[in-house]
């Protein structure tokens, strides 16, 4: 079973052959009106579940745009709307709708609802996004950072911040695909001993520096996400950002960076907090070619999952 739950727990053959992929897809795309559909149909007639226990804007819609460009059928269903929000179990739930659908996509808080899920379901299921990880947004920064530059393997990547899931997510894909990455943030904040060790002991230099300058000096890509993710207790803002306003990514810090570097926020962002708006709206910034990308990494994960 094809399961995507998280890019350290796929093959870097299977998740090169994906990014290649979605890349090819894209072009095959180029200048067609969104609701078009593709010319290969791979998904028609197949039903995918998106889950949602948290908000989402991109997430949301690029899945399901892409399952109906790919010819499949969706069905978006709110975690406290569904029995699973009720006290009904997790195993419980994955069986009963493997009963009706192909494809599950769950975002959740605990990163145990997911692999719960995909322990007692008989169809794939894809993570998108939990407490701990986002391995779907760092496919779409892959390939939009080589879109851009090529080849990301040895690339100088600098992460801004809170060591979050998104974070923890790069430092699986370093070790994936070769790239070597910086930290820079409070140590309150570093990411999970775990996420470190396994970039390391892949063979990647992983940095943990708290001078936001030094870190980013030489950066190929310099990365930010909001100070206080959804799973964050919002009593705990204040505290976050001022440890973290320090590390807000803007011009001054930019500069330290490549002349060629590249910036990246995975959206939602909190203009003027994690980074400026001149920094976003930028030359370096490619923030909304990241967020298209969603759309066609996830459309080739999906393939990939269910092997069409
Ligand atoms: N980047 C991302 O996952 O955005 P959404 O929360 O809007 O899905
Ligand atoms: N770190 C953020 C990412 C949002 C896409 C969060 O978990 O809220």
Not at 48 to 55: C, D, G, S, Y
Not at 76 to 103: F, K, W
Not at 295 to 306: E, S
Request: charged share 25%; net charge negative; aromatic share 6%.
């Amino acid at each position: 079973m094809n399961h995507f739950l998280d890019i350290h727990k796929t093959d870097a053959a299977a998740l090169r052959g994906i990014i290649d992929h979605a890349g090819a897809m894209k072009q095959a795309r180029l200048g067609r009106p969104k609701g078009t559909p593709d010319d290969e149909q791979p998904l028609a007639g197949q039903m995918v579940a998106l889950i949602f226990e948290k908000p989402s804007t991109r997430t949301r819609v690029s899945f399901d745009v892409g399952v109906r460009q790919m010819g499949g059928q969706t069905m978006v269903l709110s975690g406290n709307d569904m029995q699973l929000g009720h006290g009904e179990t997790i195993a419980d739930t994955a069986r009963v709708l493997s009963r009706y659908v192909d494809l599950i996509m769950i975002r959740t808080f605990d990163e145990s609802v997911l692999v719960e899920m995909a322990e007692y379901a008989d169809v794939p299921v894809i993570n998108g996004l939990t407490d701990r990880t986002h391995p779907c947004q760092i496919m779409a920064d892959i390939l939009t950072y080589e879109e851009h530059r090529g080849p990301i393997k040895g690339k100088k990547v600098v992460w801004t911040g809170d060591g979050n899931n998104v974070c923890a997510s790069f430092l699986h894909a370093a070790a994936q695909f070769g790239f070597d990455l910086t930290f820079t943030g409070p140590s309150q904040l570093d990411p999970e001993d775990e996420f470190v060790g396994l970039a390391r002991k892949a063979g990647c230099k992983v940095v943990i520096e708290r001078d936001p300058v030094k870190a980013v000096t030489g950066a190929d890509l310099v990365v930010a996400d909001t100070w206080v993710s959804m799973h964050d207790s919002q009593s705990s803002k204040e505290r976050r950002h001022n440890m973290l306003r320090p590390y807000q990514v803007n011009d001054a810090l930019m500069a330290h960076a490549k002349d060629d570097a590249l910036f990246m926020h995975c959206l939602p962002a909190h203009r003027e907090e994690e980074v400026t708006s001149s920094v976003m709206d930028g030359p370096q910034s490619v923030i909304f070619d990241e967020a298209e990308n969603r759309l066609h990494a996830q459309k080739a994960i999906m393939r990939w999952c269910l092997g069409v």
